[in-house]
């Protein structure tokens, strides 16, 4: 694996503004000024941040009127939720193996 690789969209994930905006579309689709409003940055940043986040497939966007509506995309957050679910499982093991072996090696 290759340390600058993003590993199931957890790469956007790492800034706090775009976990915020994921966190408010989790409650309800909304608009880029609705999401701006509960941030302390502006409409542009919020759109930038829209773009990464739609890029790595987490956000998806529906034109309505003259404005756009994001939500999140659940197949996206579906294969994260596995991919950390998996993450979690090989921790748990590995934890377990050092457990194991501690136990193993005492008198």
Known sequence: MVADEDVGGLGPLGDGTRRAIVLSLAEAPKAVGELAAGLP????????????????????EE??????????????LVALRDQLDTFWSRA????????????QERP
């Open 41 to 60: 940055v502006s409409r542009p940043a919020v759109s930038q941040h829209l773009k990464v986040l739609k890029d790595a497939g987490l956000v998806s």
């Open 63 to 76: 034109p309505q009127g003259t404005r756009r509506i994001y939500r999140l995309n659940p197949a996206a």
């Open 92 to 103: 748990l093991s590995g934890f377990e193996g050092l457990i194991d072996t501690n136990e």
